[in-house]
Structure formats: structure tokens, C-alpha cells
């Protein structure tokens, strides 16, 4: 059964029907057109405020908003007295698998269907063979075959939420033909030349957004991850503003301030829906193999679990790609028929919040209490290509402010908001908001369908796309490469960048840094591709540029570690503010030398916005849109490549599907402790073998004098070898060690660890040897790299002494040259420290071990041989930069 409805545009320019197909058991829903002006006026804000001390390592001081406090409820929206325990999170017995018959089951599926992806033709195999091996026992596997799986899996009970699509199709006027009827003086209207489009009907599939959000507030994966109020958090002494995940930002409490002076919205909890969306191609091949998916998250998770692959990015719809010929795409009408698609499916898919915005719900938490919820519409993470089409404004100008697409560095330029738009609407004409606003006038946000939203004012800034792919890689890298052509002419531009793609071939190795075998020479891009280069490229071009090109890089580069932390503080965002300054300051010199003719870039001026959007949004590593690039992965990607390439939408939805179901029963069965110890733990071995190198026993005693005797006052190069003790024992040698630590400014692990390797390695991968540097801890009392050393591992080994065991490394040390790091680049510059003519090699213990360390050659302005690469550079340059831009954790400590 099929229910058709219209949306009409305000001004009557454009109609868009929406007609609902029922899909995989969905109940029958209406759609309702909302009213043109659904907004609340913005109200004094509360000042009542909870305190409470908290913090990790140091104490914090919080202000909690009092205005909607998640007090919680009975199932029925009743308040609870204060203390009263949750609800049992579940009912479900210990060994109740259900619909497996046991754990075996359950895992076998979730390792064939969710790790291994297995297709169904190599489940039908393993299974077969699993039940040749298990006939002489009179035994069978746990399925039969993969639709014994699949329909195993489709009947778990929880976690999916079903799929539903309707069809959007243009309803306006069409075009008529004056045509003259063969064999007579008359004429008739024909619309035999109406482009395709217009007839044509789009499918958009989705997914209720209030359930997807519902099923998050109930993960209790989330709870120790989870914001029920918004908060201030300032160090103890008040100070200092601290902003890290999404309730710490002023939006959020600014959003309580308006819902908290309605009496029936006291008590409730604020859900901010974020929202995200961004094509992605599956394939390069012929065909439709372009989706355009749309996702869901709520704020009160931790930006490191949003981050993170835990879920709470959610896949909530695939939106419609409207396609045309050549002759129509750029036609005017068909370009705002593809914008009203856009917002007009937007604002069908989050219908269901609209009630529960105004007028609270109740919703189970994860930590089995239910509260009542009152949801709103927060920040939206895109590109700038999608922020064009998400504020309806003409491409070049700024969604956030109306600086003019030619002078977009005007610092008056004043902010954008509905408000204002909605009064240009009444005054000016199309023409005029075009011209003068930047303001596609035909188009009206999704935004204007809720209360409280302001699209203008919800675009979040976007790391990924704004900074590193389009200021670094699209502008500065390119910048170069056209100013070398300008100055040198292309024989010889050519020659340097040859020379600077060796340069980046030469870079040392480093745990996490991917390598440019060849350069910077290849096509297809990726934002791994862009960060990593980040970290490698300013010594590489240093003596191939002028001084102000470098200090435009170092400026760039500090701005985008500073914005990437955590924790973002008041300092920083002064910090920031003056990276900015200096950036363009420098920036400069490519204007002067005639190598860009403007600097009215909107990716660029979008850094102007970030400090603004840090108070509001809090550290914008957690509403970047590399989260979605990995989400594509996941639930776009590998489902396609399942699936059999004909149709494949509809198998990708089950796939989906299917994915969070296994998902959801995997917590549901963790949080009753039923797959405790089910899994194999790493197993790792070392191989332990004599150690041969010059020398190795006086390095030892000198070691173990120093381990035995750590008060001695005495100058331990000066004592006598023959005081040493002498160890002549077996020896165990490994490759690497090991090590984790907090980063959380990093794509870490959860809870903000990371784990590091450095390696100590003579056949590295089989084709070179690998020596990684290390950051020593020297001096604790003194910061940055006045109370570190570097050093170069040449080998980590362990061995047993008087019943004590000792785990080592033997290193040769590097000498800091100067008392600051160099002016240019802002890294500390080293290089290799002798004992007479002999390299200063020592042992030292692996607990003095604080970091790994990331050297690049100081190149100077000579061209480097061809026989240089990556193995061998640090044998091959008298001095090394410090790279404090390797990762975040080395521009914390290497200043």
C-alpha cells in the first residue's frame, strides 16, 4: 500500500512528492507538513549551577546546568525519589544464548559474518568440511549451511532497527513544446522534450532516527562515556575554561538555557542529535556505484567513543543521487531540484524527533535508570561542498558568516543566521540575495522545519577535509610546486621536486608514519595519505623555498596540532589565535610572488571560525568527518563488495542489519558475563639468542655498576673497567619494544591509550634494517627537551643478574645543538654524539625510555645522492630535526 503526499516550497517555486513505499515489515506512518516558522525566541539564560570536583591526574572544577538535570523516572515518566537503584538491565538467564543455542554458535557467526566476512558460498565449504571432521563422532557444526546462518542471525531480537524507504519526485511545472500537427496549419503543446528528471522518481532509504538514537542512550557501553548534562569545566583555581567532549561547549548549554523555562521539560535530559553525511564511490567501474549514506550520533557520548569504532555513529540512511544529462545538470532548475530533494528528505527522515523536541519522552539509559528525554538538532559534520548544499548558498561565499566571496579575510564580515535570512527573503529579490548574500533564495534549510535549529549556526568544523585535505594538501603542497615552476621554470622545478620526493622516500621509519616510497607522486589520495605527509613535509622542502614559506608551514602545522588536542583550553585557543596570526602573515610571500592570485579560499577561511566553534562544539576531533570516511568502510564498502553488484542497495541494508544485530547481542550477552574467557589471548615469544657486538661486556658493567651503585657521586666514564662487574650469562635479544600510554589528542585506543612499538631491527620486512630513536627521560624535573635526550637504538635485550632480571637497550646517543629550537621550523635540531672518534654508545635501562622519537635529515640546500633512502639516513646527515609534528603525544613534549 502506497500513500502519497506533497511538500511545498514557502514561495511556490518548487513541489516535491514524496510517496512512502512499506519495506521489511514497517507499520504504516503519515507525513505531516510543518509549519513555516517553528522556532523559540531565545531567552536569559540560568545561572543555578551544581559544582563538583573531578578529573584525572589533576582536579577539575565542573559547573553542571541545572536546568534540565536527567533526573531519573519509572518507565512511565514518573520521578523517582533521590538514590533509588535501576532496574535489573536485563532478565535474561546465564545461559540463555538465544537465538543460538549456545556460545559456540553465537561466535561462530559473529566471526564468519562480522571479522572474517565470509561469503556464503566459503561458509557452505567450512561448514562441510566442519561436518566431515565431525561424522565419525556423530556430531554436526552448529549450521548447516549460510541460510541456517543468516536466518540464525536475522532472528535476533534486538538492535536492528527496520529499514523503510519513500520515492521524491519533482512536481512542478513542465516544460511545453509548440508543436505544428503534420498535414494542417494547427499547433499543439507537446512534452516530448521534458528532461528526464522531472519524471523520474528517487528512492531514499532510511531508518527511524529516534530509535537508532534510542538504541544508543540504551548501550551500556556508553555509561562511563556519557554526558547527562551540559557543563563548564574550569582547572581549580576558575582560570581557565577547559573544552573537550560536546556537552563541555556553550551550545549545549545555551540549548538548556531556551528548553529549561518551560515547567514540563524540568527534570528531562538533553539528546543533541548530530548528524553527518558524505558520498562516497565503492567502486571506479562502470555503473551507479555512488551512495550517498547519512549518519546519526547523540552528544552526550565521549568524543573518544565516537571516535572510536564503538557504535555510536550510526548509519541511519542512504539519501538520492538525482542524475541528468550533460545537457540539463547545469540548468537552474535542475540544480535547485537537486537541493530541495536534499533538504526535503532530511526533513522527512528526522520527523520523529519533532515531538519528543518540544514535549519530552521517556528513554532507558545504559546504566538501567529511564529518564525523559527532550532531543534538538546539533551540529551537522560535512564538507564544504556539502555545507553549500546544506545552507543553501552559492559556492565560494561562507556558510558560517557573510564575509563576500571575494574578500572572505574581512574580519567584519557578520555572523549568518535564519533570522536574518528570513528577513532578506521579505525584502530582497532572488537576484539581490545571490548577488549580494550569497543566498540561493528558491531553497529553504531542512533547519526551518524544527525548532531551535539554525543551520547556519550548527555547521561544524571539519579537520579532515577543511584543513588537512583542503588548506594543506589542495593549497600549501600545491602552493610550492606552482612556485618552484614560477621561479625556476619547469626543467628545473621538475628537479627539485625530484629532489624533494627523495627527501620524503629518505624520511627514518616510525611506528604509525606512513612512507612515500616514491614521493608525493601519485594520484589517488586518501586522508592517511594527507596526515601523514603533514608530518615529513617542512624539512623536505627547506632550502627549495624562501624562509617565509617554511614559517608559513611551521604556523600551519602548530595550528592543526593545537585544534586535533583532546582537551582544548583557554591558552590553546590563544595559542591557536596566534598560529593563525603568523600563518597568515606568512602566508603572504605566495600573493607577493605572483603564485596564487587571492587568498579568498572558503576551506582556508574556515580556520578563522574554529576558535568560536571550539567554545561551542568543544575539541573538534570529535565531529570530523574522518569518523564517517571510516564508517564508509564498514557500511558501505565491504557490504557492497558482498553483496552480488545487482541491486545491491537492498542487500547492503540486510547486511546492515544483520551487523547490528550480532553487535547488540554481543553486549547483551558481555553485560551478563557470559563471554568472559571465551576468547584466545595474543600469544607472543621472543627469540633468544647471543648477543654479538664489540665491546657488549664493558657496556654491561658499566650498566650494572650504575644499576647497583646509583648514588655513587662519582663520574662513571671515569672509573676503571676492571670495577665493573662482569657478566658473561646468556643473553635475550628482541626486535622491538613495546609500550602504552595516555594520548588521547591521537586516534587511540579506548580510553585514550595507545600502544607504541619501537623497533630494533636488522631485516626489517626482509629488505632493510630498522633502527628506531627514542625520547630518554633525562632530566624529569625540567619540560620539554631540556630534560630529554635522544637517543638511537641499536638493540633491546634482557638477561638475569644475581636472580635479578634487567631489560636493556643499547643506544647511541644524539647532542642537542643550541639552547632553542631553530627559528624557522620550530624543532629542536641534534646530531651524533662521539666519545673521542667513537660513537657514544651506552646501555641504559628501558624504563628511561619515555617515547619514540622521530628524526628528519636537516637537508640544507644541497640535492641528496640517489643512495639515500629511508634504512640508511641517519647514517648518511651530520644533523636531524626533532620532529615534534610526528604525532600528538611528541608535540606535547618536544618543545
Not at 623497533?759 to 620539554?784: K, V
Given at each position: 500500500?502506497?500513500?502519497?503526499?506533497?511538500?511545498?516550497?514557502?514561495?511556490?517555486?518548487?513541489?516535491?512528492?514524496?510517496?512512502?513505499?512499506?519495506?521489511?515489515?514497517?507499520?504504516?506512518?503519515?507525513?505531516?507538513?510543518?509549519?513555516?516558522?517553528?522556532?523559540?525566541?531565545?531567552?536569559?539564560?540560568?545561572?543555578?549551577?551544581?559544582?563538583?570536583?573531578?578529573?584525572?591526574?589533576?582536579?577539575?572544577?565542573?559547573?553542571?546546568?541545572?536546568?534540565?538535570?536527567?533526573?531519573?523516572?519509572?518507565?512511565?515518566?514518573?520521578?523517582?525519589?533521590?538514590?533509588?537503584?535501576?532496574?535489573?538491565?536485563?532478565?535474561?538467564?546465564?545461559?540463555?544464548?538465544?537465538?543460538?543455542?549456545?556460545?559456540?554458535?553465537?561466535?561462530?557467526?559473529?566471526?564468519?559474518?562480522?571479522?572474517?566476512?565470509?561469503?556464503?558460498?566459503?561458509?557452505?565449504?567450512?561448514?562441510?568440511?566442519?561436518?566431515a571432521s565431525l561424522l565419525k563422532h556423530g556430531d554436526m557444526p552448529p549450521f548447516a549451511d549460510h541460510k541456517d546462518l543468516y536466518k540464525t542471525i536475522d532472528n535476533i531480537p534486538i538492535g536492528g532497527v527496520n529499514w523503510q524507504s519513500f520515492k521524491i519526485q519533482y512536481s512542478g511545472e513542465k516544460p511545453d513544446i509548440l508543436s505544428r500537427i503534420p498535414n494542417t496549419n494547427h499547433y499543439s503543446f507537446l512534452n516530448t522534450h521534458v528532461p528526464s528528471w522531472m519524471?523520474?522518481?528517487?528512492?531514499?532509504?532510511?531508518?527511524?532516527?529516534?530509535?537508532?538514537a534510542r538504541n544508543i542512550l540504551a548501550n551500556p557501553d556508553y555509561v562511563n562515556d556519557f554526558d547527562y548534562r551540559p557543563f563548564h569545566e574550569y582547572s581549580v583555581s576558575k582560570e581557565e575554561h577547559h573544552y573537550q567532549d560536546f556537552m563541555s561547549g556553550d551550545w549545549a548549554w545555551k540549548q538548556v538555557d531556551i528548553l529549561a523555562t518551560d515547567p514540563d521539560t524540568l527534570g528531562a535530559t538533553f539528546v543533541p542529535i548530530i548528524l553527518g553525511s558524505d558520498k562516497t564511490m565503492v567502486s571506479v567501474g562502470t555503473g551507479n556505484n555512488e551512495y550517498y549514506p547519512l549518519y546519526l550520533s547523540i552528544g552526550n557520548v565521549h568524543n573518544n567513543v565516537r571516535r572510536a569504532h564503538r557504535d555510536a555513529l550510526c548509519l541511519v540512511g542512504f539519501l538520492a543521487i538525482p542524475k541528468t544529462t550533460n545537457e540539463h545538470k547545469e540548468t537552474e532548475e535542475f540544480c535547485d531540484f537537486r537541493r530541495q530533494i536534499f533538504h526535503s528528505s532530511l526533513a522527512k527522515i528526522l520527523e520523529t524527533f519533532k515531538k519528543p523536541m518540544s514535549k519530552p519522552e521517556v528513554a532507558r539509559f545504559g546504566d538501567g535508570h529511564y529518564r525523559r528525554v527532550l532531543y534538538g538538532l546539533g551540529p551537522y559534520i560535512a564538507d564544504y561542498e556539502e555545507q553549500v548544499l546544506l545552507t543553501s548558498i552559492v559556492r565560494n561565499w561562507c556558510p558560517r558568516c557573510l564575509a563576500p566571496r571575494g574578500k572572505l579575510d574581512d574580519d567584519e564580515a557578520l555572523c549568518r543566521c535564519e533570522a536574518h535570512r528570513e528577513a532578506l527573503f521579505k525584502e530582497d529579490t532572488s537576484d539581490v540575495l545571490?548577488?549580494?548574500?550569497?543566498?540561493?533564495?528558491?531553497?529553504?534549510?531542512?533547519?526551518?522545519?524544527?525548532?531551535?535549529?539554525?543551520?547556519?549556526?550548527?555547521?561544524?568544523?571539519?579537520?579532515?577535509h577543511q584543513i588537512i585535505k583542503g588548506c594543506f594538501k589542495d593549497h600549501l603542497v600545491t602552493w610550492v610546486e606552482k612556485y618552484l615552476h614560477h621561479v625556476h621554470g619547469k626543467r628545473e622545478a621538475e628537479r627539485r621536486m625530484d629532489d624533494i620526493n627523495r627527501r620524503l622516500a629518505a624520511a627514518t621509519p616510525f611506528t604509525g608514519l606512513r612512507r612515500f616510497p616514491q614521493g608525493r607522486g601519485f594520484k589517488q589520495w586518501t586522508g592517511d595519505d594527507s596526515k601523514a605527509l603533514m608530518k615529513i613535509y617542512l624539512p623536505a622542502i627547506e632550502g627549495h623555498v624562501p624562509t617565509d614559506v617554511i614559517r608559513t608551514f611551521r604556523a600551519f602545522l602548530e595550528f592543526c596540532y593545537l585544534v586535533r588536542r583532546n582537551v582544548i583550553m583557554e591558552d590553546t585557543i590563544s595559542q591557536i589565535e596566534d598560529a593563525l596570526r603568523r600563518f597568515h602573515h606568512y602566508c603572504s610571500i605566495f600573493l607577493w610572488l605572483g603564485v596564487v592570485p587571492t587568498f579568498s579560499l572558503p576551506r582556508q577561511h574556515s580556520m578563522k571560525h574554529y576558535p568560536d566553534l571550539i567554545c561551542l562544539f568543544g575539541a573538534p576531533n570529535g565531529l570530523c568527518s574522518?569518523?564517517?570516511?571510516?564508517?564508509?568502510?564498514?557500511?558501505?564498502?565491504?557490504?557492497?563488495?558482498?553483496?552480488?553488484?545487482?541491486?545491491?542497495?537492498?542487500?547492503?541494508?540486510?547486511?546492515?542489519?544483520?551487523?547490528?544485530?550480532?553487535?547488540?547481542?554481543?553486549?547483551?550477552?558481555?553485560?551478563?558475563?557470559?563471554?568472559?574467557?571465551?576468547?584466545?589471548?595474543?600469544?607472543?615469544?621472543?627469540?633468544?639468542?647471543?648477543?654479538?657486538?664489540?665491546?657488549?661486556?664493558?657496556l654491561i658493567g658499566r650498566f650494572l655498576f650504575e644499576q647497583l651503585h646509583p648514588r655513587d657521586p662519582r663520574d662513571h666514564a671515569t672509573i676503571p673497567l676492571h670495577s665493573f662487574p662482569i657478566y658473561d650469562g646468556k643473553i635475550s635479544v628482541v626486535n622491538s619494544a613495546s609500550s602504552r600510554f595516555y594520548a588521547p589528542s591521537d586516534l587511540s585506543g579506548i580510553g585514550g591509550m595507545r600502544r607504541e612499538h619501537?623497533?630494533?631491527?636488522?631485516?626489517?620486512?626482509?629488505?632493510?634494517?630498522?633502527?628506531?630513536?627514542?625520547?630518554?627521560?633525562?632530566?624529569?624535573?625540567?619540560?620539554?627537551m631540556r630534560g630529554l635526550q635522544i637517543a638511537h637504538a641499536l638493540c633491546f635485550f634482557s638477561f638475569k643478574y644475581k636472580f635479578v632480571l634487567y631489560k636493556c637497550a643499547i643506544v647511541h646517543w644524539f647532542d642537542v645543538i643550541g639552547d632553542t629550537p631553530d627559528e624557522d621550523t620550530g624543532m629542536w635540531v641534534v646530531q651524533p654524539s662521539f666519545d673521542g672518534h667513537s660513537l657514544n654508545i651506552l646501555v641504559i635501562h628501558i624504563d628511561t625510555i619515555y617515547h619514540a622519537a622521530h628524526l628528519?635529515?636537516?637537508?640544507?640546500?644541497?640535492?641528496?645522492?640517489?643512495?639515500?633512502n629511508f634504512s640508511n639516513s641517519l647514517d648518511k646527515f651530520r644533523a636531524f630535526y626533532v620532529n615534534k609534528f610526528t604525532d600528538h603525544h611528541a608535540f606535547e613534549i618536544a618543545f
Open positions: 500500500m502506497d500513500h502519497t503526499f506533497h511538500l511545498h516550497h514557502h514561495q511556490g517555486k518548487l513541489t516535491v512528492i514524496l510517496v512512502v513505499s512499506l519495506s521489511l515489515d514497517v507499520s504504516v506512518f503519515f507525513l505531516t507538513v510543518p509549519s513555516e516558522d517553528a522556532r523559540h525566541s531565545s531567552v536569559p539564560p540560568a545561572h543555578e549551577v551544581d559544582a563538583e570536583f573531578h578529573g584525572t591526574g589533576k582536579n577539575l572544577f565542573c559547573n553542571y546546568h541545572t536546568g534540565l538535570n536527567a533526573q531519573p523516572c519509572d518507565a512511565n515518566g514518573h520521578f523517582l525519589p533521590p538514590s533509588t537503584p535501576p532496574l535489573p538491565l536485563t532478565e535474561q538467564l546465564p545461559d540463555d544464548w538465544s537465538p543460538f543455542r549456545n556460545c559456540t554458535e553465537f561466535e561462530t557467526a559473529e566471526f564468519l559474518y562480522s571479522r572474517a566476512q565470509m561469503s556464503a558460498p566459503n561458509i557452505n565449504t567450512l561448514l562441510d568440511l566442519w561436518a519524471s523520474q522518481q528517487f528512492d531514499v532509504w532510511y531508518r527511524n532516527p529516534r530509535e537508532v545571490r548577488r549580494d548574500f550569497g543566498i540561493v533564495g528558491s531553497i529553504v534549510p531542512f533547519t526551518n522545519d524544527f525548532p531551535r535549529a539554525d543551520i547556519h549556526q550548527l555547521i561544524a568544523p571539519d579537520i579532515l574522518s569518523m564517517m570516511e571510516n564508517k564508509h568502510i564498514k557500511a558501505v564498502k565491504q557490504p557492497w563488495r558482498w553483496s552480488n553488484r545487482y541491486n545491491a542497495l537492498g542487500q547492503m541494508l540486510v547486511t546492515n542489519q544483520r551487523l547490528d544485530k550480532i553487535a547488540a547481542l554481543r553486549v547483551d550477552f558481555a553485560k551478563c558475563g557470559m563471554l568472559n574467557g571465551t576468547c584466545l589471548s595474543d600469544a607472543s615469544a621472543a627469540l633468544a639468542i647471543e648477543l654479538s657486538i664489540p665491546n657488549v661486556q664493558d619501537i623497533r630494533s631491527c636488522p631485516n626489517w620486512r626482509n629488505a632493510h634494517t630498522r633502527y628506531d630513536c627514542m625520547f630518554i627521560n633525562a632530566q624529569p624535573d625540567l619540560e620539554g628528519l635529515p636537516h637537508y640544507g640546500v644541497d640535492f641528496i645522492p640517489r643512495a639515500i
